[in-house]
């Protein structure tokens, strides 16, 4: 069993650590806090035990009845791999501590590439991440555009790709962020850091991309746009999203045609907090033009998409399992999940 903690029980963290919590090969051993919240009451409910940077807090976590199981340093030290999913920036001041406990870390896309020197997409470069100490799984955008890209790139060969990310202004349990009437234009210069940030995992990618953020809090939508090298179809295109284990089809005639809709559609599938883990790519919006340009639109589920990343780049930096295929089955079987 790889023994995980959770070092930051947020939105990321906490779904991590029910990800990892449901692997065969995988326990928790701890997760961290620096407040007391519902999150961890919710923690210590499901016998995570929980951990505080600032043990001078403790009673403040007991006098809201949540038990408290030691320091944040006393959890790394127990542990054989940490995900950092603290808020971006804090992330890169934990590196300290793993490298002196001598830890495998991982860390979240507000991190900066610099902060591991390798960022991950399980569909991208998993045997990359065997063995190593530190790892970056890349941000929610760029883990739906790594996705998509690869995938055309090995049946067609990708020429340029642009893309516009819409994204959400707030995580749907944040009720301090915006925008709550604008459209903004973030960042207003062209082209995005996302583009950067997709080549740290597909290198040979030439990617320009523009981003803005409008009024909601579930999922970013994606419009993108591919020259290919080879001969394409929208069949082929359809065919091969089909049999991608983290991209799934937003089929045509269901009549959805927004976030709206795929939220209702996963909470109606029983899925744990309405949680999108595959890319959702709208069927009737795939065409491919006479030249091969290929253009879709595809919704990514901030919060949830990511998660598997994790668990399969803590899989691979242990090193057991050496093929990415038998660990996004192991994911993804462990959590019940086909994609839609
Ligand atoms: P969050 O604010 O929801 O959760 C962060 C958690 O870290 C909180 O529980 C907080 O209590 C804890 N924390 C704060 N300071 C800490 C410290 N010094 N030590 C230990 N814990 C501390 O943040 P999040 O949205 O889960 O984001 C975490 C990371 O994941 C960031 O790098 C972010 O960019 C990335 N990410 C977020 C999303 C998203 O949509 N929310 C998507 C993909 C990646």
């Known amino acids: 069993m790889i023994k995980v903690a959770v070092n930051g029980y947020g939105t990321i963290g906490k779904r991590v650590a029910d990800a990892v919590f449901a692997q065969k090969d995988m326990e928790i051993i701890g997760v961290s806090k620096t407040r007391p919240s519902s999150e961890a009451l919710i923690a210590n409910k499901k016998g995570y035990p929980l951990y505080i940077a ?22 790394i030290a127990a542990c054989d791999v940490v995900v950092d999913a603290t808020p971006g920036g804090i992330g890169a001041k934990n590196r300290a501590l793993y490298e002196k406990l001598g830890k495998k870390a991982l860390w979240q896309g507000g991190e900066d590439h610099e902060v591991a020197g390798f960022s991950f997409n399980s569909s991208c470069n998993y045997n990359e991440a065997t063995g190593r100490q530190f790892t ?134 029983g899925r744990p907090r309405s949680d999108l883990w595959e890319s959702c790519i709208f069927e009737e919006s795939v065409s491919v033009s006479d030249d091969n340009e290929l253009y879709l639109f595809q919704a990514i589920h901030q919060e949830a998409d990511v998660v598997v990343e994790n668990v399969d780049a803590i899989r691979a930096m242990a090193g057991e399992v050496k093929d990415p295929e038998v660990s996004i089955k192991m994911t993804n079987a462990a959590l019940g999940f086909e994609a839609i």
Not at 57 to 69: D, N, Q
């Open 54 to 75: 600032d043990i001078s807090k403790k009673p403040l976590f007991e006098a809201a009845g949540i038990k408290v199981a030691g320091t944040v340093d006393e959890m």
């Open 136 to 269: 970056r799984v890349v941000s929610c955008n760029t883990t739906g555009l790594c996705r998509i890209i690869k995938a055309m790139d090995a049946e067609f060969g990708v020429k340029k790709v642009r893309a516009t990310m819409v994204r959400r202004g707030a995580d749907p349990g944040d009720p301090k962020r915006g925008p709550v009437d604008a459209i903004v234009l973030n960042p207003v210069t062209i082209p995005s850091h996302h583009g950067p940030d997709v080549q740290t995992v597909l290198p040979g990618i030439e990617i320009v991309t523009t981003a803005l953020v409008v009024p909601t809090t579930f999922m970013h939508m994606h419009i993108v746009q591919m020259d290919l090298k080879n001969k394409a179809s929208k069949e082929k295109v359809i065919e091969i999203i089909k049999a991608h284990p983290r991209m799934g089809l937003v089929r045509k005639g269901l009549g959805i045609t927004s976030t709206a809709e795929i939220k209702e559609y996963a909470s109606d599938l």
